[in-house]
Nanobody, 120 residues
Framework: QVQLVESGGGLVQAGDSLRLSCAAS??????MGWFRQAPGLEREFVAA????????YYADFVKGRFTISRDNARNTVYLQMNSLKPEDTAVYYC???????????????WGQGTQVTISS
């Protein structure tokens, strides 16, 4: 059974940093990614990383501020978020797919999400 469990969300001020974690079980050699959904908006792609960690992809609005990484020994993917803005407020979801490109378009698996709130 596949499980993706996010953690690390919370309430911080604009300019602060947060690191999200996603612990995966029941998966091997899967690409991973992060999406987010703000109230009243559609879910949107944030970042993805290949199964080896050698390739990463980012949405334009997070380039230079967010970094995706993974620790395959721990089956965990991370999203380091720096210089956070109020518009980054959303529920952040972990996702998995057979490739980074596939994960970006239409992941096979989703986590339950973790709330990130940025105050101004």
């Amino acid at each position: 059974q596949v499980q993706l469990v996010e953690s690390g969300g919370g309430l911080v001020q604009a300019g602060d940093s947060l690191r999200l974690s996603c612990a995966a079980s029941g998966l091997t050699f899967y690409a991973m990614g992060w999406f987010r959904q703000a109230p009243g908006l559609e879910r949107e792609f944030v970042a993805a990383i290949s199964s080896s960690g050698g390739s990463t992809y980012y949405a334009d609005f997070v380039k230079g501020r967010f970094t995706i990484s993974r620790d395959n020994a721990r089956n965990t993917v991370y999203l380091q978020m720096n210089s956070l803005k109020p518009e980054d407020t959303a529920v952040y979801y972990c996702a998995a797919g057979p490739s980074a490109a596939a994960t970006r378009r239409n992941p096979d698996y989703w986590g339950q999400g973790t709330q990130v709130t940025i105050s101004s």
